[in-house]
Every structure is written in structure tokens, then in C-alpha cells.
């Protein structure tokens, strides 16, 4: 945790990853970094920063060194359509007019 000792010595506060939900969203969206002292604090200011014309319902902050991501030079391994996987291409049936969200 910073201290203010630490901020006089020049030393930066943690980085933020923000995500907030829309009030009509069904998924977070990531909208921006901040820096913050702790976890509290990080909600707070996102807050006040990303959900100033109250458009959001739910807000999550993740501290940016604890996010891990796959390598963009691996992307093949991830991300290679499997076209000998048929189950994985829903085009062989319909979706019922009840599900309108996906």
C-alpha cells in the first residue's frame, strides 16, 4: 500500500484498469486507468471519473500488474478457427426467437 511518505518521494501509485456495466449492458466495458492508493480508492475515483452522468450500474477496478494476457505472437495456438470442430460453427440449427441477446 502507498503511503504519503511515499508519495513525497516521487513514488507513483498503483495503476487501474476500470470496467463498468451500463444500466442497459449486459457485460463490463473496459473504460480507462486511473491511479490509485488501494482498492477503495480506485472505486471511488472511478467512479467519480467514469460514471459522472450515472450511465453505469456496476463498476469494477483490477490493479493492472494483475492482469495476465495471452502473448499476440501466440495468437494462432488461441485464436485458429477449428474448422474440423464442426460443434464450435452453430450453423446447423436455429436460435428460438425467445433468446434476442446473442
Request: aromatic share 10%; glycine share 4%.
Amino acid at each position: 500500500m502507498t503511503t504519503p511518505t511515499d508519495i513525497q518521494a516521487g513514488t507513483e501509485w498503483p495503476l487501474w484498469e476500470v470496467f463498468v456495466r451500463s444500466k442497459a449492458g449486459l457485460d463490463h466495458k473496459h473504460c480507462g486507468s486511473l491511479h490509485a492508493a488501494d482498492p477503495k480508492m480506485a472505486i471511488q475515483m472511478a467512479r467519480d471519473v467514469y460514471t459522472r452522468r450515472q450511465e453505469g450500474s456496476s463498476v469494477w477496478v483490477v490493479r493492472s500488474d494483475q492482469i495476465v494476457a495471452s502473448d499476440p505472437g501466440e495468437k494462432d495456438i488461441y485464436f485458429d478457427p477449428s474448422e474440423d470442430k464442426v460443434y464450435r460453427h452453430p450453423t446447423f440449427y436455429v436460435l428460438p426467437k425467445s433468446v434476442d441477446h446473442m
